[in-house]
């Protein structure tokens, strides 16, 4: 293949299947590439940026551009192509994830290190949804500090107070808190977080990345699908692991070993989430669409008036 014809954009998988999504997202939240250096990032970027604009260095093979643009993918934001903080990349879910998970699963039953954890959580996703936001909406402090103190007091709340109530539930109903203090935060922290395309809408294109304007409707759907794709990734983990772990420590050598129990939740989420991670954001496509007739009076008949019946479908980008 001529390098110069190569559209190093173009998909390289099928993104309108759910096989597909999923081979690219374990693609690029391959946790390994959290390890990399900036430079070695950067290096990928420089390479992705030559390959589009046609001047790829001689002797680069097709698999050394696949690599930096998985690379790039990993780190850089679609919208802006700035390089994303390390805890914020879905490359960093992994590891992120499976720490704080594992603990808020161990260390569940005082109301103390319920607080605690569940605001180490809610600080990670906060984090994770202002990292993975539609960059054409910006978000001021105030409103990224208005989101955190919301999506946390909704974790804490939701936590502690099923906490005090599943005191005389069987203990597994009490191992689902966190889950259920998880979920709910979900459901708070994305929409705040992002409140900025609720308000004004989030930009949308035609197949070709023309811009046809900013839909309300469009920015609901996607942070809908993004709200369901987080709590689908943290489920698995939080509802069968404290099962698995109910019945493991009936045996006497857990018995003897609870000094061990909660880096054994770890690792047990890490294996969860690498296959979750990638599985939850292949749900729906990143790039998402909507039909015209769904949008909003105004935006539908400017696009009408414009286009006739031409563009049946909006584009945008949902976020992770």
């Known amino acids: 293949m001529a390098l110069s014809s190569f ?62 643009k998985k690379l790039y993918d990993s780190a850089f934001h679609p919208d ?56 054409a909406s910006p978000i001021s402090p105030k409103q990224i500090g208005v989101a955190y103190v919301t999506a946390t007091s909704t974790a804490l709340a939701t936590a502690v107070g099923l906490n005090l109530y599943t005191k005389k539930a069987p203990p597994l109903v009490a191992r689902w808190v966190p889950f259920a203090a998880v979920a709910a935060a979900n459901c708070v922290n994305i929409p705040m977080m992002r409140q900025q395309e609720i308000l004004n809408g989030i930009a949308v294109t035609d197949e070709n990345g023309n811009t046809l304007g900013h839909s309300k409707k469009a920015a609901a759907k996607g942070i809908t699908q993004v709200a369901i794709s987080r709590i689908t990734m943290a489920a698995p983990g939080m509802i069968i692991l404290p099962i698995i772990m109910q019945r493991l420590e009936k045996y006497k050598f857990m018995q003897r070993i609870t000094f061990l129990h909660g880096p054994i939740q770890v690792m047990f989420v890490g294996v969860f989430l690498i296959f979750m991670v990638p599985a939850a954001c292949s749900l729906f496509p990143q790039r998402c669409s909507m039909t015209v007739s769904k949008l909003e009076p105004e935006l539908r008949d400017s696009i009408v008036s414009r286009y006739g019946d031409k563009v049946q479908l909006v584009y945008f980008n949902k976020g992770l």
Not at 32 to 47: G, I, M, N, P
Not at 57 to 67: A, D, K, R
Not at 80 to 89: A, V
């Open 7 to 68: 559209d190093i954009d173009a998909p390289r998988w099928d993104q309108t299947t759910f096989m597909g999504r999923l081979k690219h997202f374990f693609n690029i939240t391959d946790c390994r590439t959290a390890l990399l250096s900036d430079s070695r990032l950067d290096e990928a970027k420089a390479l992705v940026e030559s390959c589009r604009a046609g001047s790829a260095p001689p002797g680069t093979s097709v698999e050394q551009l696949y690599y930096a």
């Open 80 to 135: 802006t192509g700035d390089r994303m903080n390390l805890i914020g990349r879905m490359s960093f879910q992994v590891p992120g994830g499976m720490a704080i998970t594992g603990f808020m699963l161990q260390f569940y039953r005082t109301v103390p290190a319920v607080v605690f954890w569940q605001w180490v959580n809610q600080s990670f996703n906060a984090l994770v949804n202002y990292t993975n936001r539609n960059a």
